[in-house]
């Protein structure tokens, strides 16, 4: 299947900085990525959809000021937590939509766990 | 996106068939299954996915109820490496996928 990377796959930061998170399309080109959060024992919850091109869209609830996309090429997108607090620790994961057969698949990324302190 | 219902957990032997439980009865004409998987620590991981025919790959087996009310994810030689949560996701169209908790599924040796 279509591979999706992330970078880094986890970071320590202090209180107050900015962190950047990479998702990479290694061998398909995907002009809508996702983004997603994870907090321990529960289940992902979509943060952004992001267009190639164009503005990202947020969930309710998410602050599109903190958690500032990019998706300037078909192979990348970036989010950037910033001003990030204890409470944004958490493991992010992006996805891209690639082909599977004749159907476009979601594939995801391994993670990245973000630490806050 | 319709809502699907999972057993929260499921236990199986190692090298035994498992059958994935997942009810939909709302699902609309257009929903597509997807079975994805998630090992700790890390992304999910697409398993397969079907509209009204069953479905093989090399991981698992999709049979879909004649009514598409409800699907059961096959695998058929369960080993340790296939303990994680696994979900069942209804999507119409191309929306992003939205996770409800899943089927943590635990082997035994």
């Known amino acids: 299947g279509a591979v999706v990377s992330q970078h880094p796959s986890w970071v320590i930061c202090k209180s107050g900085t900015s962190v950047k998170i990479e998702c990479r399309s290694l061998d398909f080109q995907a002009t809508t990525m996702f983004w997603y959060r994870q907090f321990p024992k529960q289940s992902l919850m979509l943060m952004a959809t992001s267009n190639e091109g164009s503005k990202a869209t947020y969930e309710q609830g998410v602050e599109k000021d903190k958690f500032l996309i990019n998706h300037a090429s078909l192979t990348l997108s970036t989010l950037t937590v910033t001003s990030a607090h204890p409470e944004d620790s958490s493991f992010y994961i992006c996805?891209?939509?690639?082909?599977?057969?004749?159907?476009?698949?979601?594939?995801f990324g391994p993670g990245t766990r973000l630490l806050v302190l | 996106d319709a809502k699907t219902t999972q057993p929260n957990s499921m236990e199986s032997n190692e090298e035994e068939p498992v059958h994935l439980p997942c009810n939909h009865s709302t699902i609309s004409g257009t929903d597509y299954i997807h079975w994805y998987r998630q090992l700790p620590s890390q992304g999910p991981e697409y398993v397969i996915h079907g509209l009204t025919s069953n479905v093989n790959n090399r991981m698992a087996s999709l049979a879909i109820a004649e009514d598409r009310k409800s699907s059961t994810l096959i695998l058929h030689r369960a080993t340790l490496r296939d303990a994680a949560v696994y979900y069942c996701i209804l999507q119409g169209g191309n929306t992003p996928l939205v996770f409800g908790k899943g089927t943590r599924l635990s082997v035994i040796a």
């Open positions: 996805s891209a939509i690639g082909t599977s057969g004749a159907r476009e698949t979601q594939y």
